[in-house]
């Protein structure tokens, strides 16, 4: 599955770029403010995440995404983890967070996941009708 993410540094002030991965005829993810592709549905891992605004979903993969700055953030329940935000590339819109590294053993499952906050992305089912 090509991705079209960054892998680091931060790019806030350059300019939007157009969505470059679509997948027509299966069901995704994408921003609530520009519908730009973020994820397929099936790269779903779990629902049972809190993002800063709400919930999330922790995510195998996303494309039309870059990467801020790499950062470490200490959350009271699951430790230190090294992060970047996601941005959507077609509005600039912060979409959630990428794991770079979990200090903590039990937490290394996040590593090089997504996590998207709910409030940010909507669910796209592209269902067709039989006429």
Known sequence: ?????????DYRGK?????????D??????????SAVI???DELIS??????????????SAVNVKLGKREDRLSCS??????ADAFCVGCDERIGWYYHKAA?????YKESKYLLER????????????E
């Not at 699951?78 to 992060?83: I, N, P, Q």
């Not at 409030?119 to 039989?130: C, F, M, P, R």
Request: charge should be positive; aromatic fraction near 8%.
């Open 15 to 23: 300019s939007h770029q157009v969505p470059v991965q679509l997948y």
């Open 78 to 83: 699951t430790g230190v983890h090294t992060v």
């Open 1 to 9: 599955m090509a991705s079209s993410t960054t892998s680091g540094g």
């Open 47 to 60: 629902k049972a995440f809190s993002g800063r605004d709400g919930r999330g979903f922790l995510m195998q």
């Open 104 to 108: 903590d053993p039990s937490q290394k």
């Open 119 to 130: 409030e940010k992305i909507v669910k796209e089912n592209n269902w067709t009708l039989d």
């Open 25 to 34: 005829g299966h069901p995704t993810y994408s921003c609530a403010k520009c």
């Open 39 to 41: 994820a397929l549905q």
